[in-house]
């Protein structure tokens, strides 16, 4: 049987070419992840990967802990590396200053991230039973491993396994009850289950776990079937929204001295024409622009805010981005300066903003612990801020005239299960700013955009997303996208709000749903004739 010789020839591996076998097999991953999203293919990574663990052997356990981190920190860097090249991209903006550190982060950190499932892999293999109760323990090991890489050290959730899965629309609606993490756990065993198929001795070891895989699949699709409505969402009534996406390059976007163009493009590409019923802003209730639209300090720029009141007809709002100075502290020299979304009325003031919580480690700051090092290295943040941006106090609702409550979540504040809606009363939408321009074309912007979308599912909330370069959309609560413009096209998109939907068990309950669900498949596990 061909598939009990590509197993035996995995497990059998060693040297060279098990590290071979694992770099491949965890690359291929990535090929489930947007833009392909090909996912059936989860199958591959996650069958070697229960290989890879067979094949771990040793005279103690803590022999076998370390062949199987060694199989998993291999397979992970394969992940990692084929799932998150597009970071390199970043490094080529600013090429004079950091090209040179683009291993940094294009290999250094897939480096570093493989040690989550290498210790995922160590730990099934210290649990590892026979037969097909070993995709129960593999399973939840990188699931736990999934959930400590979006925590530790601020966290890191990009490309969980789960999003292998998620590219389906009705499959990725089971993360409404579970969350993402929950549905990796699902997506790794499905994926493992054939395995058995290549182990097994008996037709009924090799089959019924296959088989149940499929059923599991099968029952994940229905369940998404039965939530997602046939018909459209409905809207916001009286809401009539433009996101303007201005796909400026990143290099000249944060140049001081581009400001006054930089302005002049986003007044008049936002009060373009789109149809003859559309003839520019006098049709819009509320206008949107990306992350960081400026160069320079909107709150401090009288000359801008004028401008922008005297395109803005009665009753329109801006939302932009903007970075935006706090009041100096005692002893300091200069204002912390954060990285906002500000809301500008039609007579030029602000009149609400919101300060990023979450910040992009080494991109808006540098870790504490590592500053001194890394600028000794001649390295900074990527961000033209001295400093770094600094994070603000707490995630808030931020409140738009004519709009539901927001939650506003600046770019990276998106991939986060679980840490996205805002305290106090439930907000009516996402509303998503982003500037994915530091990735170009690549898939990076792909992944960000479905990562978003992941957010609507598991809260059941709408998604209003505008990015400098793209891709800019609004999503509803089920996660079908409305009205998108694609990545590298400068434009503006015309849509109405979809409402939010019902709330979701995952919004009530949260990861404990996730730990329920991990209990069980350790408990599973323990059974022998699982």
């Not at 097994?200 to 099968?218: E, H, Q």
């Not at 994070?391 to 504040?413: H, N």
């Not at 505008?466 to 509803?476: F, K, L």
């Amino acid at each position: 049987m061909h598939v009990a010789r590509l197993a035996e020839a995995v497990i059998l591996a060693w040297g060279w070419r098990k590290r071979l076998v694992a770099l491949l097999a965890g690359a291929s991953g990535a090929l489930a992840l947007p833009p392909l999203d090909l996912w059936p293919l989860i199958i591959v990574p996650m069958t070697v990967a229960v290989w890879l663990v067979d094949g771990a052997v040793g005279t103690s356990a803590w022999r076998r802990f370390r062949a199987a981190f060694a199989a998993g920190w291999w397979w992970g860097f394969g992940f990692f590396l084929a799932g998150l090249w597009w970071l390199g991209a970043a490094f080529l903006v600013e090429a004079d200053k950091f090209a040179w550190a683009m291993p940094l982060g294009v290999v250094a950190l897939p480096a570093f991230l493989a040690i989550f499932p290498a210790l995922g892999f160590g730990l099934a293999r210290l649990f590892w039973p026979e037969g097909a109760r070993r995709i129960l323990v593999l399973a939840a090991a990188l699931a736990l491993t999934e959930w400590s890489r979006g925590h530790v050290l601020t966290g890191f959730p990009w490309n969980l396994y789960g999003m292998m899965l998620a590219g389906e629309i009705h499959l990725a609606q089971f993360a409404s009850l579970t969350g993402l993490y929950g549905f990796t756990l699902l997506a790794v065993a499905i994926g493992a289950a054939p395995a058995v198929i290549g182990t097994a001795g008996t037709p009924a070891g090799r089959w019924t776990a296959p088989l149940m895989a499929l059923a599991a699949l099968g029952g994940l699709f229905a369940f998404g079937l039965w939530r997602v409505p046939s018909s459209p969402s409905p809207v916001v009534a009286g809401v009539k929204l433009r996101l303007m996406q201005p796909n400026l390059p990143q290099d000249a976007k944060f140049n001081g001295h581009n400001g006054e163009a930089i302005l002049n493009q986003y007044l008049a590409l936002s009060d373009r024409a789109t149809s003859p019923t559309t003839p520019g802003l006098q049709s819009v209730t509320h206008l949107i622009w990306p992350e960081s639209a400026f160069p320079f300090l909107l709150g401090r720029s009288p000359g801008a805010l004028s401008r922008i009141a005297a395109v803005l007809p009665p009753d329109v709002t801006l939302i932009t981005g903007a970075a935006r100075a706090g009041e100096m502290l005692p002893g300091e020299s200069s204002p912390p300066i954060y990285n906002a979304i500000q809301v500008v009325n039609d007579e030029g003031v602000i009149v609400a903003s919101y300060d990023k919580v979450h910040l992009v480690p080494f991109g808006e700051y540098l870790p504490p612990f590592l500053d001194t090092l890394i600028r000794r290295v001649g390295l900074s943040e990527f961000v033209s801020v001295p400093g770094g941006f600094a994070a603000g106090a707490s995630r808030a609702s931020l409140a738009v005239k004519g709009l539901p409550m927001a939650a506003p979540l600046i770019c990276y504040e998106a991939v986060f299960p679980g840490e996205v809606a805002s305290r106090g009363p439930r907000a009516g939408f996402f509303l998503n700013l982003t500037n994915d321009g530091w990735f170009g074309q690549t898939s990076g912007p792909y992944q960000h955009f479905a990562q978003a979308r992941m957010r609507s599912i598991e809260e059941g909330l709408p998604l209003v997303r505008v990015a400098n370069t793209g891709i800019s959309g609004v999503v509803d609560a089920y996660g079908r996208v409305i009205a998108s413009l694609p990545l590298g096209m400068e434009g503006v998109l015309d849509s109405q709000l979809p409402r939010s939907g019902p709330i979701t068990p995952y919004a009530r309950a949260g990861d404990a749903i996730f730990a329920g669900m991990l209990l069980i498949f350790i408990a599973f596990s323990r059974f022998k004739n699982a």
